[in-house]
């Protein structure tokens, strides 16, 4: 079982950037490829970014694409979400989570999740 926390979400203006954490304990972080979701009120969660648990090969959502950047640091068992040029359509709870699962888009393959972080930019 792995435990998981995000941290890094606010308030902050279209435009501007914040950086989430998702920091790891419990068994081998590194053995886990890894994803950001995200879910708005009324919405569907969905897919946001993933990385792979060895190469950090990445793979992102359309709607996200050259404004964030995911990444990992296997020695400190974190991974990260830059995100640039936010838009008020990103406001929503960021999760992030653990996969063994080979389809890295689906909230369904994920097995271990955080508590998510609030992230809301205002237009």
């Known amino acids: 079982q792995v435990q998981l926390v995000e941290s890094g979400g606010g308030l902050v203006q279209a435009g501007g950037s914040l950086r989430l954490s998702c920091a790891a304990s419990?068994?081998?972080?590194?053995?886990?490829?890894m994803g950001w979701f995200r879910q708005a009120p009324g919405k569907e969660r969905e897919f946001v970014a993933a990385?792979?648990?060895?190469?950090?090969?990445?793979f992102y959502a359309d709607s996200v694409k050259g404004r964030f950047t995911i990444s990992r640091d296997n020695a400190k068992n974190t991974m990260y979400l830059q995100m640039n040029g936010l838009k008020p359509e990103d406001t929503a709870v960021y999760y992030c989570?653990?996969?063994?699962?080979?389809?890295?888009?689906?909230?369904?393959?994920?097995?271990?999740w955080g508590q998510g972080t609030q992230v809301t930019v205002s237009s």
């Open positions: 989570a653990t996969t063994s699962d080979a389809s890295l888009t689906r909230p369904s393959a994920y097995s271990n």
């Open positions: 990385i792979t648990r060895s190469r950090g090969s990445t």
């Open positions: 419990g068994r081998t972080f590194s053995y886990f490829a």
